[in-house]
């Protein structure tokens, strides 16, 4: 089966993982965000391209910020919400995700917006969509598990663009805890694909999988090592429940080795910028003095991330 | 007290359960419904006959799928929907029913769609509101104990006269148990009503209540017998919390009696159509070649429940 | 720093508290509601005022009754309404509570409706936005701790307003739980600017706190000498977990010496008026006569919240 992010014409039909998405499909993406960043200033904030379109947020995994984001973005394209925690829901009475699915899909919905705890559930909802020739619904995956969080992925790429102007001559570090991260992922498959010549990842060896170098990154270890002479620095969060556990010693002792603070920021280009996708721990993985410095484009992102949130749906409504 | 149900000029003031409820008002809500079912396949699906009332969905007991339809419903009328889950709230502050119900009034509410896990609650509100001249609020039961779900009742009416056009000479046999499901009685009531000939009731004697003759309907202990010959199948859902219990002895168990299989189904009229209020238990009461195969309707039941929902609400809306 | 709620040109930027607010302020607010209370008497009861604002219920304490009529009020004057229940949310991610107004502020929201258990978390949020400069968002407390229930002591002047026209020569008494109470507060701050001569507060001891006297009401232990010839009684809620507490011995014992019954209420004018914020415990703080006698304008007072809701928020949003 062909890829089922993009229809018979190539068009977007649904958007599961930055892998293997054509450079162009990434460009028109981040072109029409840019087109969205001003509505966010007037003084209506609303654009008619959704109307009467009804936006399912099928919430297998909590996560109310990313889950805002897409309300947020829907109710400006003046798309109808409906949000579902599906956890509290059919789930528990025992009927499959493909029945939920096909359900959701007989309402006349438009998009589900997924998120889920499992990699690949996304995929597999959007497999079934195409294979049932319910073409009229589409999927934006919201982050599945370790593998993907598309949408996050892209918002990154807006924003160094927005900053660096060209892809085609940055050195990238993606700082922190790559093994349970499916925005390094993600940031990794956007970065390559536009034409990154240096993509880094560093961080420690119990948080790193295997096979980087094969994603065509070069790995470090040391932090001061590999922050040398970068454009960008891309700070992971780290999760709470990793720290003091079998994989990390503790928080202290994490923000010794890979904590980002003004004097390792100082290593990069003095021109570098600093992201993070959120929620920040200060004094864990990033110093309040970095997070709150003329470099951290933290909330720029997070203006960006909205823009482009419409992008992807109302490029996928109208496909 | 008369039935509150309907007004003064016997227009529905609310919709409470489809028992004593006039052939001529149901033919009037599936008539309505027709003329919304083409409304979700617009591509603006929505339709100002609400805009600007404020429709409260009022869930004493949870219920997601429920809940998504009707606020599904309200939005493409272009209501504003306002989602109270009462067992986290004012409830637990001890505030008596009527009050929570009067305070809403008092913010110009114009529909309450309530699901309560007991018996009768919506009947007590629709009574409240016209013992205190709130005529401006209207209830819809949303599914009340083992009572009543007559919008449930009224789409499961849409889709048999869907595809089977006159129910004057069909045989609709209802399989499960009868004795919890409150869709049961609100399929007994509108079949009966609307002229079917036999309506029958199948299901172990431990799940069918007493006085099932009195309303009008053929009971039968049998599967094989019960399904000869009919028009049209309901499936009742199992409730997990019944199986493993003193009334049941297994879901195995129930399947090798109940369970809708291909070689039973042959057992109906070749034509006959199968219905299931969902959510569906594979493998205990439907097999999944007949929930997948050509005669089930069980997802055109999804999308005529929401046009059904709209026609409810623009009826009471306009009354 | 000066007092945040207002602008530099005196105009109202956040709604944090009623202390200081001048009554030219407050006058403002009240006939604005004015304007609102016929528009839910209106077939559409919508107005475009906020159309294509983002509103935030930013609710880290629950309170399902007051995000209610926010929400209400949002939708009525057409602005986009996101509910974060926060406790869910980031905030157990570890997050920082300014890190999540910067997020929200950056996603170009435009007012912040903060609900919150502790005293002075509005007023922080306020000033943070206007240290950072992010004057576009507009904060509006919906109840901080023990502090201030602004729009609460604001419905409540308008009710006052509403049956008695002039404030110039009212008597008023508060009875009950003062110690605990953020609307006896601001009901204290509104009914002194607003010029009531006599502003009597009614308790038990160990209900009330110290100081009263210095904000200008006069105290009573005993409520048939405190309501003697009052124009208007407001009932406070009994919250439950002070019963049986350390500072109270039983709701039958609060009951014989601060409920108020028919009996009682006569000792008031006689055309005193009676108000409770709700919910009501009733046969606690409130004999059911009462509240459903002629002298309650208990629903009036929901209604009336609308309308205040919607005048507060069309103000910041104009502003």
Redesign the interface.
């Known amino acids: 089966m062909h890829n089922p992010q993009l229809n018979k014409n190539g068009e977007l039909q649904h958007l599961i993982t930055l892998e293997g998405l054509p450079p162009v499909v990434i460009t028109r993406i981040l072109d029409t965000a840019a087109s969205f960043v001003s509505v966010?200033?007037?003084?209506?904030?609303?654009v008619p391209l959704m109307?009467?379109?009804?936006v399912f947020n099928l919430f297998f995994e909590?996560s109310?910020?990313t889950r805002?984001?897409f309300?947020?973005a829907s109710?400006?394209l003046s798309a109808?919400v409906?949000n579902?925690?599906?956890s509290?829901?059919?789930a528990s009475?025992?009927?499959?995700l493909l029945?939920?699915i096909?359900?959701?899909?007989?309402?006349?919905a438009d998009m589900f917006v997924v998120r889920h705890a499992q990699s690949g559930a996304p995929y597999l909802i959007a497999r079934h969509l195409t294979e049932t020739r319910q073409d009229h619904v589409h999927v934006v995956n919201a982050g599945d598990g370790r593998h993907s969080h598309p949408t996050q992925g892209l918002l990154d790429m807006y924003t160094i663009r927005h900053y660096k102007k060209d892809f085609r001559n940055l050195t990238v570090a993606i700082v922190g805890d790559i093994l349970h991260s499916r925005v390094a992922r993600s940031d990794i498959h956007g970065l390559t694909t536009l034409g990154v010549p240096e993509v880094r990842v560093i961080g420690p060896r119990t948080l790193l999988p295997g096979g980087l170098e094969q994603m065509g990154v070069r790995v470090f270890n040391d932090m001061n090592e590999g922050l040398k002479g970068v454009d960008v620095i891309i700070m992971l969060r780290l999760q709470?429940e990793r720290m003091n556990g079998a994989l990390l010693p503790s928080a202290q002792e994490y923000f010794k080795s890979y904590g980002l603070t003004p004097e390792r920021l100082a290593l990069a280009k003095s021109d570098a910028i600093v992201m993070h996708p959120?929620?920040?721990?200060?004094g864990v993985e990033i110093d309040s003095a970095v997070a709150d410095g003329a470099q951290a484009v933290i909330?720029?992102q997070?203006?960006f991330?909205?823009a482009v949130r419409m992008a992807v749906m109302s490029i996928l409504a109208g496909s």
């Open positions: 966010g200033d007037r003084e209506v904030k609303k109307r009467g379109k009804s909590n109310t910020r805002t984001t309300e947020i109710k400006r109808d409906i579902l925690n599906i509290a829901s059919s009475k025992g009927e499959s029945d939920t096909d359900n959701l899909a007989a309402m006349h709470n959120g929620p920040m721990n200060r909330l720029p997070v203006t991330g909205i």
